[in-house]
Structure formats: C-alpha cells, structure tokens
C-alpha cells in the first residue's frame, strides 16, 4: 500500500492524488503539513509536499513519484510511447512549473499568509506571466487533450497548475490569466469533469 502525505490543499498534493487513482492503485492519505522536523525531512529532504512511502522508504517530488508510478504501473499510460510525443509532454510540463506556477506563487504570502506583496512584485508577475501563457499556448493543442488525442502527464499539471497560478493572478496580481486563451480554459473546463480530478475535487471540498 502506497502512503500520500501532504495536504489536501496543495495543488501537487492534488496532482499526485489524481495520479494515484488515474493508474488504479490503492493508496493511504496521511495528513502531514509541510516541517522542517527531522522525521518530516526524511520523507522529504525540503520538508515539502506531497511525498509517498512505499515499503518503508520514501520519495518526494510530484515529477519523481510520476516516474516511478509509470513504471510501477504502465497502464494506462501517462507518457506516449513515442519518445517524441513523450518529450513534448515534459516540455510542456517543464514550461507549466517554471514560467506559470513558480512566477504566479511569487504572490502566495499575500493570498495564503496576508503578507502584502509589493506592486514592484506584482507588476514584474504580470509581466512574467503574459510572456509564460504567450510560450505554453503555442505547446498546446487541446483536441480534446493538451497535446492531442491522448490524456497525459501534461492535462494533470495544466489543471492543477492552472487552478493555483489563475487564484493567485485574479486574487492578488489582479488578472485573469486565461482571458485571451479560450482553448485552454476550454480544456480545463472539460478536465474538471474527469473521474480522478473529479474525485479530487470532491475529497478536497469535503
């Protein structure tokens, strides 16, 4: 049995969770909030999360656990098995974590603790994040998927990068990041309704 600890709250936490049930595995959440406790840090070297035990040893890091849950169980696939297809979903990927989700939780102090962010700040993420939804819309396709007709790695990081960077640019940047990206809200709309985020989304409000 695979233990899931973290927080139902975290985005990744989410992502992971959505993972867990799009491969069928059974698995134990553990609530956990991020620490710098020793025995938090052995999960997770950044005291971060989600992180995953398996067996009595850990991982963390929703990418790393992705890795290994693929392999664990291939089916169904998350990555195409074309090696091309399979590296356009990690760019895809790798563009969603760095110029989207990093540059929007610039603003995170202010939604999650109260610390005003500084105009200075929000003005450079505004910018930061018209040229970040600029790069990622020329990856997407969105028929009916991100990248095509296969469900991927690549919907679950947009559905869950998009939920948390949009709430931090409309709460505290003061945009809306999807305003001239119809498609991708589009596909977020259709992604919500998908069993596993579906479920997700359920657990989470309960």
Known sequence: MIRLYGLRMSNYYSLTKALLIEKGLEFEEIKAPPAQKEEYLQRSPMGKMP???VDGRYMSESLAIFQYLERLQPEPALLPSDPFAAGKVMELVSHLK?????????CLPELLFGKPVSDETKEQVRADLAQGIKAVSRLYVCDPYALGAEFTLADLY?????GLAGTLASKVAGIDL?????????LIGRLAERP???????????
């Open 51 to 53: 992180s995953i035990e």
């Open 98 to 106: 760095l110029d989207i989700e990093l540059v929007a939780r610039r």
């Open 158 to 162: 947009s559905y869950y990068t998009f």
């Open 178 to 186: 999807l305003a001239d990206q119809p498609q991708i809200r589009d």
């Open 196 to 206: 596993s985020i579906a479920r997700v989304t359920v657990e989470t409000a309960g």
